[in-house]
């Protein structure tokens, strides 16, 4: 026999919906899509001066291992390469350096957390949207190509292009939340790390360059990377049984240099140099 389920009392509905809306259901509903991603991103800036650290560790140890072995090509291809990858890193130190003596304060952050008083559409900008990030990758594209190794290509390129997938997306996210619409337009207009050869906007960015500013900002990444590349070059000329006294002599003349500059603009930074 057929039987007949009696309607739910008004309450009975009432509390149904109460109980829906107030979440008890929630566990039903998907998560709001990419926003693990996002928060990764976030994180990943706020210690993206560390994250490199264990990176770079591995890769010295590998380097280490190697016992300085050629690369694919010979020792005439890893001369070349010593001079490319000095090359590709001082454009890249160069760009990053155009850069910050173009971008007005509060934009273009190199804080632990994302900020942005403006839109920076203009200058560099206009070209790629990741300048400062473009610089980084000619950095430390340079720096590979003196190890040239090709697991040095695999773990570096795999870390930067891995990490910066995620920063990249925080960040655009913030953009686009803070500035809607003309965030939409820019993006449409440049790319994020092809450049473009003219500019989407041929106005200024900012009226003159502020080489203070510049130098403050760019004194100890030039500093690292610059050890960095002196330290490769000895470390794959002792391997290989080439270090001779002179060439220590000049590599140890160059760190040293590289230091002193460091030191100037650190207390130029510090205001020290002005003291009486």
């Known amino acids: ?63 280490f291992r190697s016992r300085g072995e050629v690369g694919p090509g010979g020792p005439e291809l890893d001369s070349a390469l010593n001079l490319l990858g000095l090359g590709v890193a001082l454009l890249g130190q160069a760009l990053r350096f155009y850069t910050l003596g173009l971008v007005p304060e509060g934009t273009s952050g190199q804080g632990s957390s994302l900020e942005a008083a403006a839109l920076n559409t203009r200058g560099p900008y206009a070209h790629v949207r990741n300048p400062l990030y473009l610089g980084n990758l000619g950095i430390c594209l340079g720096l590979m190509l003196v190890a040239h190794a090709e697991w040095v290509y695999a773990v570096g390129l795999g870390f930067f292009f891995g990490e910066y997938f995620f920063i990249v997306r925080a960040e655009e996210d913030f953009l686009r939340q803070k500035f809607g619409p003309a965030f939409e337009d820019y ?90």
């Open 1 to 63: 026999m057929r039987q007949w389920r009696s309607k739910p009392s008004e309450p009975s509905l009432r509390r149904g919906k109460a109980a829906f809306t107030a979440g008890r259901f929630s566990a039903s509903c998907p998560p709001v899509p990419g926003t693990s991603s996002i928060g990764l991103g976030r994180a990943l800036f706020r210690f993206r001066s560390f994250t490199p650290v264990p990176v770079l560790a591995l890769l010295g140890w590998l380097l």
């Open 187 to 276: 993006a449409r207009k440049v790319a994020r790390w092809l450049p473009r050869l003219s500019p989407s906007d041929s106005a200024p960015l900012r009226l003159g360059f502020d080489v203070p500013r510049a130098l403050k900002k760019e004194h100890n990444p030039f500093a690292a990377w610059a050890s960095g590349f002196l330290l490769l070059l000895g470390w794959e000329l002792h391997s290989r049984g080439g270090l001779t006294a002179l060439r220590l002599w000049l590599l140890a003349s160059a760190q040293a240099l590289v230091l002193a500059a460091f030191a100037v603009l650190k207390a130029y930074k510090r205001g020290w140099l002005g003291r009486g």
